[in-house]
């Protein structure tokens, strides 16, 4: 029988407990907080080691970082919440390098008085999420903002992953004549949130595509290593990501508006919200370009995945000095697919 | 999206644009102006001009309520927004209007202003019950349509004895904008602007019906067709214009039979006149002061008149000098007639009006239309 008795510590309170300022003060509280939660759920070596920094061995080749913050409000929408949308965010930022994602940090900044429960759901949803992807959550930081000066919860997760070799994956390689494919629908996560907004309280059932994408690609580079582009079409749509490739690489771009993927739930939120689903957001959905004779190959293997069951072949590049992207209109008229103008919708991820 | 996407056929388009090719007179021309800013956006949005016969000109009108509000009336609001204390409730569209002082109600929003972005007035009024302790004005701005809506809640504010609520109505009318237009010398004795036929608004005449248009028709021997605000409407509205125009007659038909009656909306009509009076005279950004062609709170409201309660002076300020939106208001230029369309004056950065609103006709050509002007250069 085990004489030595447990510490006297009294376990967080994750049903009626409220974040506070000790929680970030460095303290015990703080200790505690990450030890009952951020361990427990995220578990693994590196974390266990308690070091304010994680030691992994490197593989030679090339490695690609990426970096990204979440503001979504509300914090938990149809199809997932920010804890999930945190890790799928940067995942996928490191998969559009055609990288497969290794390891994440995560960083907190938590308003005073936002409930724990809530908080433990987020964590345990990022961990989920990070378990799915294979990709281990290896350093972070939380820190406390007074109420009011914050909302809720910020979250910010960096990612770091390896590029398989021969794979050259850019923006700024797309080139007269290639294919352009998208993996799905477009403007679900948009639509998402902004019917869970209390402003606009329209009941749907779109649910959010947040997902991470890098298995998606890790079959399309097997197939076809020399893809030209990928890009996840996040804020601002595909209008939006397309013009940056279009900019990146110098070139044209004409989609056919007949070949997009758009729910028919979503185009008629849209149609009501005066939105246009292309440029709504996406969180699980990929944009790729290559040579016109591997896109029956690369549909083919996208089809084939879960995440890219409705692929389709949206359009094609072709030189122009001015960079636009264009559009050949249901109606058989042609019009350009512009940048972004404003914001259309704040704070969707 | 059934009874929208039978409206955006390609296919029924093709033929429209088939018996609008067959039916054109090579000899003439014919000079369409469409009223609406949703028109303007449906014809570049779809890419229709690409569909009509090079004798056809769509000529863009000054439909677009946050075109055609003036500088001055924005700095009111911002005044109200910056200075007063209020919650300013608005519809998204207003928000980056340029006003005085290289401000606008976002940029004030910035500089501390309590701006709330709303989608109807019903949102508006939800904010004055949510913050009994605020004073929210909503800044309503529209046509016939956007009308009724604020009638609405202040008659509800009304009813519900809601004191923190008031309104800053600039609501104005479509048939004085037309007749404006049909009055104007360039029109009129001029005709530097030609001006064969009109295609009339959509959503405007389901709430004041065909009936108003009837006038222009008869006086101005102008014909009229009010059609809906999809693709196909227009299309249609244009062949019926040019069948009118051949045969010599000055009728107002209805495309939007769906929509529209000649009485229009009665109930709506009726609040309207419960809660508005006619302004002797307003100011429009391109139209200048046009008599009795816009709407106040009667005394009898008093209580929830922004104007009122807050002594609101409007002061006119001049546009920039080099900014044609008043000209392309009129149809006297294009968007691309404009220096400063493209150079200085973007979406991103509007330096007049018609830049602001996805429904103003430089935004329009610039959104969707910009790539014809870049051939060959």
């Known amino acids: 029988m085990n004489t030595v008795r447990k510490g006297y510590i009294r376990p967080v309170d994750f049903k009626h407990g409220r974040v506070d300022m000790t929680h970030g003060s460095g303290g015990r509280a703080m200790a505690q907080l990450i030890e009952e939660l951020f361990l427990a759920a995220f578990d693994n070596d590196w974390l266990r080691a308690a070091n304010d920094q994680a030691c992994f061995a490197v593989q030679g080749g090339r490695m690609v970082m990426a970096t990204d913050s979440h503001v979504v409000s509300p914090l938990f929408f149809p199809g997932g919440d920010i804890g999930c949308l945190s890790v799928h965010g940067t995942v996928n930022d490191v998969a559009m390098s055609g990288a497969k994602p290794l390891y994440l940090s995560a960083s907190f900044i938590l308003e005073e008085g936002f409930p724990l429960a809530d908080l433990k759901r987020i964590v345990e949803s990022m961990a989920h999420a990070a378990r799915e992807a294979g990709v281990a959550i290896v350093t972070g930081d939380t820190k406390v903002v007074e109420q009011g000066k914050g909302d809720g919860v910020f979250i910010t997760t960096t990612g770091i992953g390896v590029v398989p070799a021969g794979v050259n994956i850019s923006g700024d390689r797309a080139r007269p004549g290639d294919a352009i494919l998208v993996s799905g629908t477009l403007g679900d996560h948009g639509v998402a949130i902004m019917a869970q907004r209390e402003s606009l309280g329209f009941e749907t059932t779109i649910q959010s595509d947040t997902a991470a994408l890098h298995d998606l690609v890790a079959r399309m580079v097997e197939a076809v290593p020399g893809i030209h582009a990928l890009r996840d079409p996040t804020r601002g749509g595909l209008a939006t990501t397309l013009n940056e490739i279009a900019r990146q690489s110098g070139v044209g771009m004409m989609l056919r508006e007949e070949a997009l993927p758009v729910r028919q739930e979503v185009e008629a939120a849209c149609e009501f919200l005066g939105l246009d689903p292309l440029y709504v957001a996406n969180e699980g959905k990929l944009i790729c370009i290559c040579a016109q004779d591997d896109a029956e190959k690369l549909l083919e293997v996208m089809r084939a995945h879960l995440l890219g069951r409705e692929a389709a072949h949206i359009g094609s590049v072709h030189e122009d000095p001015h960079h636009f992207v264009q559009m050949e209109t249901g109606f058989g008229g042609k019009r350009i697919v512009d940048w972004l103008t404003g914001e259309q919708l704040p704070r969707i991820c | ?377």
């Open chain 2, 1 to 377: 999206m059934k009874y929208i996407n039978e409206f955006r056929d390609g296919k029924t388009a093709r033929h429209i644009a088939a018996a609008i090719a067959a039916e054109t007179r090579a000899d003439r021309r014919y000079h369409i102006m469409e009223f609406c800013g949703g028109h303007t956006h449906a014809i570049s949005r779809y890419g229709l001009s690409d569909l009509l016969p090079e004798n056809i000109r769509l000529i863009h009108g000054p439909g677009c309520p946050v075109c055609v509000l003036p500088i001055g009336r924005i700095d009111n609001a911002i005044d109200l927004a910056l200075n007063r204390g209020v919650i300013l409730a608005t519809y998204g569209d207003c928000l980056r209007v340029p006003a005085s002082g290289g401000l606008s109600l976002l940029k004030a929003k910035a500089r501390g202003a309590d701006v709330r972005m709303v989608y109807s007035s019903a949102d508006a009024l939800k904010l004055a019950q949510d913050n009994p302790d605020r004073e929210v004005v909503f800044f309503a701005i529209g046509f016939e349509t956007t009308t009724p809506p604020t009638a609405v809640a202040l008659l509800q504010a009304e009813k519900l004895g809601l004191k923190n609520f008031s309104v800053f109505c600039n609501h104005v009318l479509t048939p004085s904008a037309i007749a404006n237009i049909l009055e104007s010398p360039e029109v009129r004795l001029h005709g530097t602007v030609p001006l064969d036929a009109f295609i009339g608004p959509a959503h405007v005449s389901t709430v004041i019906g065909s009936q108003p248009y009837e006038h222009f028709a008869e006086e101005y021997e102008k014909p009229v067709v009010i059609a809906g605000f999809e693709p196909l409407d227009v299309m249609q509205a244009i062949l019926m214009l040019v069948r009118q125009l051949n045969e010599g007659r000055a009728e107002v038909e209805n495309e939007f039979s769906r929509a529209v009656t000649r009485e229009g909306n009665v109930k709506a009509q009726n609040l309207v006149a419960e809660v508005f009076e006619l302004r002797k005279s307003f100011e429009w950004r391109g139209l200048n002061e046009v008599p009795y062609s816009a709407l106040r709170i009667k005394a009898k409201y008093a209580a929830w008149d922004a104007e009122r309660r807050y002594g609101i002076e409007y002061k006119s300020v001049a546009d920039n000098r080099a900014c044609e939106c008043g000209a392309i208001l009129r149809g006297l230029k294009r968007p691309q007639d404009c220096k400063l369309f493209g150079t200085v004056c973007t979406p991103e950065n509007p330096m007049g009006s018609c830049m602001v609103s996805s429904e103003g006709a430089c935004a329009a050509h610039y959104t969707y239309g910009r790539y014809k002007d870049a051939v060959g250069t």
